[in-house]
């Protein structure tokens, strides 16, 4: 019988390890009040702190009590905290931006009552928390540009695709875009460029992988209008080495991105080439 007990809770481990990954290194669990209202904060909290085989967050809605499992080895307690406060969720320890607090739904938005910490300028600094340990693994050249160099090159050459009207192309860079995305070193951006982020990733994960899944070249058309507005909130985080072009379509009222100071839209290709206007141009 003890054998039985034994070889099902070896098969219980098992299972669990592969439902939920490798197990996360140097453990430390602490448990904190994060404010929230429901299920949704529930999802957006952990999603927010959660790091694969790094942290783990664990938040219950009625309690409002998150338990936060993290490598001491890898980040800290805080590094996490940040995270969600910029997802617009308070803990005792950090006051969420009033910016992200005001896009939670409305079902979202819970009482402010502990405004006494606010999550200063200073801390929001998530790059230069555990310097000595990012540095080395970001290249010299990575840190002088601008942390999203890899997207917005991916996102020209997708828009280029498309002024060709060449959806196989298109979906090829879309694929380049997504790993680019996925590259970003949340650790390494600065505070604006942080809470931008935090902002534009998942609709720029979404719409880059819904153009690079995609033959169809309106269907990718459609996405490339998220796309460029999330790209553009990027953009305009940071210093551009030669001026970009905002560039507007009536036709389909939605904006796109180019180094280029002429049109050449992206959403209707040779059809309507020159169909646009330049509002903003961004240096």
Wanted: charged share 25%.
């Amino acid at each position: 019988m003890k054998s039985i007990k034994q070889g099902l809770m070896a098969i219980t481990l098992l299972l669990s390890v592969i439902v939920y990954g490798a197990p996360i290194k140097n453990a430390k669990t602490v448990n904190t009040k994060i404010y929230g209202n429901c299920l949704m904060c529930k999802a957006a909290i952990e999603k927010a702190g959660n790091i694969k085989n790094i942290a783990s967050v664990n938040w219950n809605e009625n309690t409002k009590i998150a338990a936060i499992t993290y490598d001491e080895k890898k980040t800290n307690l805080d590094e996490v905290l940040k995270r969600i406060a910029l997802a617009g969720y308070d803990s005792d320890q950090f006051l969420a931006p009033g910016d992200a607090y005001a896009k939670l739904p409305q079902c979202c938005q819970y009482e402010r009552t502990n405004m006494a910490a606010p999550l200063k300028k200073s801390e929001m600094d998530m790059g230069k928390m555990n310097h000595s340990q990012h540095a080395a693994a970001v290249p010299a050249d990575a840190q002088e540009n601008s942390p999203f160099i890899a997207i917005f090159d991916s996102y020209f050459d997708v828009k280029d695709a498309l002024v060709k009207t060449d959806a196989k192309t298109a979906a090829l860079k879309s694929k380049d875009l997504l790993t680019a995305i996925n590259a970003v070193k949340m650790e390494t951006l600065k505070p604006k460029e942080h809470t931008a982020w935090m902002n534009a990733m998942k609709s720029l994960a979404a719409d880059a992988k819904n153009i690079s899944e995609n033959q169809d070249v309106k269907k990718q058309r459609e996405s490339f209008k998220s796309l460029s507005k999330n790209t553009y909130d990027l953009i305009k985080t940071t210093d551009q080495p030669q001026p970009i072009y905002y560039n507007h379509c009536p036709m389909v009222d939605a904006n796109w991105l180019s180094k280029e100071s002429g049109i050449k839209n992206p959403y209707y290709g040779s059809q309507m080439l020159s169909c646009g206007s330049t509002i903003e141009i961004i240096k």
